[in-house]
């Protein structure tokens, strides 16, 4: 079996992640951003978030599929990274993912 490449991935994988990315980015608002790169097998979003002179960087990473297969690069959950610690929890809804940011902004 031939295992796909990254760009190949991401490219067969766009028409699922869009509507997820936009529907993100609307929930989340203007100051999100599309931080995809080229060659990520996920698409992702962020934003730096700067309280009291202080910044967080939040990332959210988008799945390829609704079906997990690590092995063709094939991810079905949401993952986020929020602040410093770069700790990154996976959630199986957008519910559950945008709560955990939104909860995290708050504070």
Not at 7 to 14: L, V
Not at 51 to 75: A, C, H, R, Y
């Amino acid at each position: 079996m031939i295992k796909k490449t990254s760009q190949e991935t991401n490219e067969a994988h766009t028409d699922f992640s869009a509507p997820l990315k936009s529907e993100l980015l609307e929930i989340l608002g203007y100051d999100w951003r599309d931080s995809s790169y080229r060659h990520d097998e996920l698409p992702s979003i962020s934003k730096v978030q700067s309280v009291d002179g202080f910044s967080d960087f939040i990332q959210i990473w988008i799945p390829n599929s609704e079906k997990t297969d690590e092995d063709k690069g094939l991810i079905s959950s949401f993952s986020v990274s929020l602040g410093e610690t770069q700790d990154i929890k996976a959630f199986s809804t957008m519910a559950e993912a945008v709560a955990e940011v939104k909860a995290f902004e708050r504070n």
